[in-house]
Nanobody, 120 residues
Framework: QVQLVESGGGLVQAGGSLRLSCAAS????????VGWFRQAPGKEREFVAA????????YYADSVKGRFTISRDNAKNTVYLQMNSLEPEDTAVYYC?????????????WGKGTLVTVSS
């Protein structure tokens, strides 16, 4: 059974940083993508970043390029999202996901999410 457990969310001031973690289990992730999506109140869930486990190729939404970095630790089966220069617009529940494709419909497992709140 695939499990994704997010951690690291919290309250931070604008301009600050947070690092989210996603502990993954139950699948051979080398054949899959692991990604982060977010959902703000009243908005649809949107793509943030993703990484192909076997190659390390990364993908980012335009809104976070240059501020967020996704990475993985093979030994710990964990994916990280380092978020710098946070803005109030980054406030959302952040979800870890995995699947064969980078897009939202290509993800077949989701974590429960971790809340990130950025105060102005």
């Amino acid at each position: 059974q695939v499990q994704l457990v997010e951690s690291g969310g919290g309250l931070v001031q604008a301009g600050g940083s947070l690092r989210l973690s996603c502990a993954a289990s139950g699948r051979t992730f080398s054949n899959y993508v692991v990604g982060w999506f977010r959902q703000a109140p009243g908005k649809e869930r949107e793509f943030v970043a993703a990484i192909r486990w076997n190659t390390g190729i990364t993908y980012y939404a335009d809104s976070v390029k240059g501020r967020f970095t996704i990475s993985r630790d093979n030994a710990k089966n964990t994916v990280y999202l380092q978020m710098n220069s946070l803005e109030p617009e980054d406030t959302a529940v952040y979800y870890c996901s995995t699947g064969p494709r980078v897009d939202r419909n290509g993800m077949d497992y989701w974590g429960k999410g971790t809340l990130v709140t950025v105060s102005s």
